[in-house]
């Protein structure tokens, strides 16, 4: 298994990724993978076996503390020196679940956002993946407002490497 950022030459598979791994009210476009890699690619982390494509994450940087769902559609938000470090999707094959390859992507994200002088990282789940993203640090912040996305309920949750 190999880890690395995107380039935009990954834009057709992180879009067939995202397609298997989200319901289409959920996922990201090819367009709007398009204009992510075009101002943040070194904020996707790809997890390859070989050649294939397996799991990533993927997310930008702001200063913003809640996630909000004007910053899945607006990756001029970023800020390569924001606090947070934002995650908008953890995705994995189905034939790669349950083996830990999202783990080891978390655990990559988290290394690199606290390398990075980061505050923390924040990403918004359903809640029964609550307890799966508590192993690896994160706080259930409870229901958001902010992210109505793909018209599901959502969970926002905190991990915080220094007091704010």
């Not at 995202?18 to 890699?37: G, H, I, M, Q, S």
């Not at 970023?78 to 349950?98: C, P, S």
Request: glycine letters at 8%; proline letters at 2%; one cysteine or more.
């Amino acid at each position: 298994m190999n880890i690395r950022t995107a380039t935009t030459e990954d834009l057709n598979i992180l879009t067939a990724v995202e397609k298997e791994c989200f319901p289409p009210n959920e996922a990201a476009t090819e367009e709007d993978f398009r204009e992510r890699l075009e101002v943040y690619a070194d904020h996707f982390w790809l997890l390859f076996d070989g050649d294939r494509l397996v799991s990533f994450v993927d997310g930008f940087a702001t200063d913003e503390r809640d996630l909000t769902d004007r910053m899945y559609e607006d990756a001029s938000m970023h800020d390569e020196y924001g606090a947070w470090q934002m995650i908008f999707g953890v995705n994995t094959i189905l034939e790669y679940r349950k083996k830990g390859c999202a783990g080891t992507l978390i655990k990559h994200v988290i290394s690199e956002a606290e390398k990075q002088g980061r505050d923390g990282l924040v990403l918004t789940c359903k809640k029964e993946l609550i307890p799966y993203y508590s192993r690896f640090g994160f706080v259930n912040e409870g229901v958001t407002l902010k992210s109505l996305h793909g018209g599901v309920t959502w969970y926002q949750m905190r991990l915080t490497f220094k007091p704010v």
